[in-house]
């Protein structure tokens, strides 16, 4: 077995910038492939499980679409229709998932779980969200998202540092946890942080930038908009709240709108993992700059290219 190879994916923090670059690469070859043919065999007898034990439109079907794109098949559970309902542990579950299948997609609410279920399974676990912990997968194709509509990430020749505003709910924002991380991998990125107070990122996820010599810095919506290149909007996670007054006092507490983004570059993009709620106004869709509902069809892309990487022939 070749020693540099990933055998699990549970954080963005294990993925060398080598295999970023490459995964990039083999994104944008699935995509060509999807349009010009539909897909291929190449996974063609394998089977890939998907374990989710919270909600999911996107990562769901986007990984059930690259497989099938892909030639494979797949095994769907969840809480309800599974043993989990008659209180069997995620660790047997994890097990037996590991007999039937080559591959796991995880999504489970508890953060670590997905390494949790690395330690013990024998085919790989691909984190896809454990609780407010990271989403690497969302990650990698929000990377693909932004190389693939600004042209470069980071630095281009010519062009000053880009700079990737954070909006919204970065304490429990998994999705941002991630992106942050793989975005500190790249050279000539400035970024904005903007949340309420009571949502700003975790100090350790701040600290951990700090020590990777990122530019951070923290300003209010309306002062960020004129010079970002970037602007990653996030729902607050009403589903991590204790008591519903704490998510009533920050709920609507921003908004990106036609109004808002007239002070804004021509040339940037707005992306959103999605689902979104009241924070970026519909009126806004039509506008070139709004990348989400395009990021989103990149996901399918760049979990094909994973697929590939975990049970593709190597
Ligand atoms: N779909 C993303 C996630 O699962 C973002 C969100 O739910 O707000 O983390």
Redesign the pocket.
């Known amino acids: 077995m070749d020693e540099g190879r990933l055998q699990h994916l549970t954080t963005i923090k294990s993925v060398p910038k080598a295999l970023i670059d490459e995964l990039l690469i083999s994104a944008e070859e699935m995509k060509k492939l999807v349009r010009s043919k539909g897909g291929d065999n190449r996974l063609q007898h394998k089977v890939l499980a998907l374990a989710f034990y919270e909600p ?1 439109t ?2 769901n079907c986007s990984f059930q679409a690259a497989m099938l794109r892909l030639g494979g098949s797949i095994l769907a559970i969840n809480e309800e229709t599974s043993s989990v309902k008659k209180g069997e542990s995620l660790e047997d579950t994890i097990i037996t998932l590991a007999c039937y299948t080559d591959a796991i997609i995880l999504r489970h609410p508890m953060k670590g779980s997905a390494t949790a279920a690395a330690s013990l399974s024998s085919k790989p676990i691909i984190n896809a ?1 454990d609780g407010v912990g990271e ?1 690497p997968t ?1 990650a990698l194709l929000d990377l693909f998202t932004i190389k693939t509509e600004m042209g470069y990430i980071g630095t281009t020749p010519g062009a000053p540092p880009m700079v990737v505003t954070l909006l919204g709910d970065l304490l429990n ?3 941002v946890h991630s992106l942050v991380r793989v975005l500190a991998q790249f050279s000539g990125i400035r970024l904005i942080l903007v949340s309420p107070p009571e949502l700003a990122l975790p100090n350790d996820i701040i600290e951990e930038l700090k020590s990777l010599g990122t530019s951070l810095s923290w300003q209010s919506l309306e002062d960020a908009i004129p010079s970002t290149d970037v602007l990653y909007v ?2 607050i ?1 009403k589903e991590r709240f204790s008591n519903k007054a704490e998510y009533d006092a920050v709920s609507g507490s921003y908004i990106v709108n036609t109004e808002l983004m007239k002070n804004a570059k021509s040339k940037m993009i707005v992306m959103h ?3 979104r709620l009241q924070e970026i106004s519909t009126d806004f869709d039509t506008d070139p700059r709004a990348a989400y509902f395009r990021q989103m069809e990149n996901g399918m892309y760049l979990r094909m290219a994973l697929l590939d990487y975990f049970l593709g022939k190597k």
């Open positions: 999911s996107r990562t969200g989403h969302q924002g998994r999705t996030t729902r996670q993992p999605l689902p």
